[in-house]
């Protein structure tokens, strides 16, 4: 007798692919297959990064870099950015230990994600290292902010987020490299 009652429980269950449970222990292996197959397809299909050619002239380059930072700290540089959206001017200072006599300065600013935004400004600082640049409407995003001279053998570099940050200070540190790299 009890064999028969389990054979109509059986019987009454219904065959396997009508119950959820079969379904969804096999949902788990299922995704994995098709999260593999994608992931070979993006393997074979996309080129691979390759080594640059010339590392020793890049890692040249970043010891360059490194130089006009210093360059910046034994001047003493600092700079300080406000943008005036209702004027469409960006104005600023330039602070020194040394003169820069006259000399202009290139404001690179970078968006941080479409390089088809980015844009350099000169600027000619007056006696008291104050200038003044037309820049018609600045974006709201974030931007890095790259200021050289005009032979490029110094450099200031900082973010600035606008307009949560109505202006930017940016300041020759006395260390340069990354923490990283100390």
């Keep these: 007798m009890n064999a028969s009652a389990n054979a109509a429980a059986v019987a009454a269950a219904g065959p396997w692919y009508t ?12 995704v994995v297959a098709v999260a593999g ?7 074979f299909t996309s080129q691979d990064a390759l080594v640059v050619g010339d590392y020793y002239k ?7 870099d490194l130089r006009r930072d210093r360059a910046a700290t034994a001047l003493g540089l600092s700079i300080e ?3 005036d ?5 960006l104005r600023g200072h330039i602070g020194s230990q040394q003169a820069l006599d006259g000399e202009t300065l290139s404001v690179r600013l970078q968006h941080a994600t479409q390089p088809a935004r980015d844009m350099v400004l000169l600027a000619r600082p007056d006696a008291d290292g104050n200038f ?18 005009k032979d490029r053998s110094w450099r200031l570099e900082g973010a600035w987020q606008w307009p949560a940050e109505r202006q ?3 300041r020759a ?3 340069p490299t990354p923490l990283a790299a100390r």
């Design 58 to 64: 890049k890692g040249k380059a970043i010891n360059q």
């Design 173 to 175: 540190d006395a260390d």
């Design 19 to 30: 119950h959820r449970w079969p379904w969804l222990l096999m949902l788990g292996p299922a």
């Design 37 to 43: 197959i994608a992931t070979s397809y993006v393997a």
């Design 85 to 89: 959206a209702a004027e469409g001017q």
């Design 132 to 149: 003044s640049v037309a820049l018609p409407m600045l974006e709201r995003s974030r931007w890095q902010v790259l200021v050289e001279g």
């Design 168 to 170: 930017v200070a940016i």
């Design 81 to 83: 950015l406000r943008y």
